[in-house]
């Protein structure tokens, strides 16, 4: 019989578990205070709607249950086909019933849920790829996961926002932007700072850098490509207004 809890014991890996269930959660509260029609109205992305939001993250949970079979069973089933069926998948989702686009949300996390949940603890170390090529341990697919529950919360633009994600995950979602930021060389002259820390991430070899700082949630916000709202630019480049984020994903 299958367990009904967790295979795995790492202490770790069950608070990440846990913080993406939270997230999950988070985003089906934020979605069910929506009403049918405010499905068709206008997310924090360019571009897309609400209903686009919505079939994203189904599906996206949908893809990573592929990683996680993919550990269990070492057949490999990629997230996607290709970066073209992703986005037509997206489309289509966005054409949905308000009930079915509800359902698809529902029903795509309680199946990533049971994959992880049954994935036996040894093979949370197997490798598989990401859509990005990125070859990962099965344990990444849950930060994946949380990453895209917190954040597309607040692009449903229904009241939530940054200061509503954990301090753990804006701490870690800051230094993957950053990351991804150095790793193309985009950070050069760059410089960010959260109040009230230590953390500083960006180009700290420049002599004058552009400086961009304030608290965890806004400098995350921005650094997102999500608002410039509570955070503060100085040095060069900054006398006619925030700075903009370099791209990130």
């Known amino acids: 019989m299958v367990a009904r809890h967790d ?13 993406a269930r939270r997230g999950t959660a988070f985003f089906a509260r934020k979605l069910n205070e929506l009403t049918d029609a405010d499905l068709d109205g206008n997310s924090l992305l360019p571009g897309w709607t609400r209903r686009h939001v919505v079939a994203h993250v189904g599906y996206n949970a949908r893809a990573i249950a592929r990683l996680v079979e993919w550990a269990a069973t070492g057949v490999e089933t990629p997230m996607y086909s290709s970066p073209e ?3 037509h998948e997206i489309d289509f ?6 009930i079915a686009l509800r359902n698809l949300f529902d029903h795509s996390a309680v199946h990533l ?9 040894d093979n949370w170390h197997h490798k ?22 917190w954040m597309h919360a607040v692009d449903l633009d229904n009241g939530a926002s940054f200061s509503d994600i954990p301090e753990p995950v804006l701490a870690r979602l800051l230094k ?4 991804a930021w150095h790793t193309r060389g985009t950070d050069t002259g760059l410089l960010i700072k959260v109040d009230g820390t230590d ?3 960006g180009d700290a070899g420049t002599a004058d850098p552009t400086i961009i700082s304030g608290p965890l949630p806004a400098v995350v916000e ?28």
């Open 176 to 179: 993957d932007i950053t990351g």
């Open 7 to 19: 295979q795995t014991t790492d202490p770790r890996l069950q608070e990440d578990l846990l913080q």
């Open 85 to 87: 069926a992703r986005n």
């Open 128 to 149: 598989v790829k990401t859509a990005q090529g990125r070859t990962v341990p099965a344990e990444e697919t849950v930060w994946m996961r949380t990453r895209e529950v």
């Open 222 to 249: 921005w650094a997102a490509g999500r608002g410039n709202s509570g955070v503060t630019p100085t040095g060069p480049g900054t006398t006619e207004g925030t700075t903009a984020a370099p791209k990130w994903i």
């Open 199 to 201: 953390l500083a991430f």
């Open 93 to 98: 989702g966005a054409t949905l019933s308000p």
């Open 113 to 121: 849920n049971v994959e992880w949940r049954d994935l036996p603890a």
